[in-house]
């Protein structure tokens, strides 16, 4: 190799370089992100298989107190109308009952 290829390649070098620096930086378009899921709730709600929640369900017989609308215009009338749930029993998750833990240290550090 003679001496002259070898300064023109170094010279190309040196300038793909500099011009390297003096463009301005291309920015990357970010990946589009999944939407972030929402977090989850610490316990599952008490929600029964008829749409109710617990508390609408009786403590003695888990039957459902709620009240159901008929839209009118499946009866064919003008107006909703209202029946009782007939859900039969309770059917969803059970609430863990929140005991009191007392301090072990007793206020202690």
């Known amino acids: 190799m003679d001496p002259v290829s070898l300064l023109v390649g170094a010279i190309i070098a040196v300038g793909g370089i500099v011009v390297g620096r003096m463009l301005p930086a291309r920015r990357v378009k970010p990946e589009p ?9 610490r316990s599952p709600k008490p929600m029964c ?40 029993g309770y059917r ?10 007392p301090d072990l240290l007793n206020g202690e550090s």
């Open 33 to 41: 992100q999944p939407p972030a899921l929402p977090s989850a709730p």
């Open 49 to 88: 298989g008829c749409g109710h929640h617990l508390v609408f369900h009786d403590h003695e017989n888990k039957r459902c107190q709620a009240q159901v609308v008929i839209p009118g215009k499946w009866t064919g009338q003008s107006a909703s109308s209202y029946r009782p749930c007939m859900c039969q």
């Open 92 to 101: 969803g998750p059970v609430p863990l009952d929140e005991y009191y833990a």
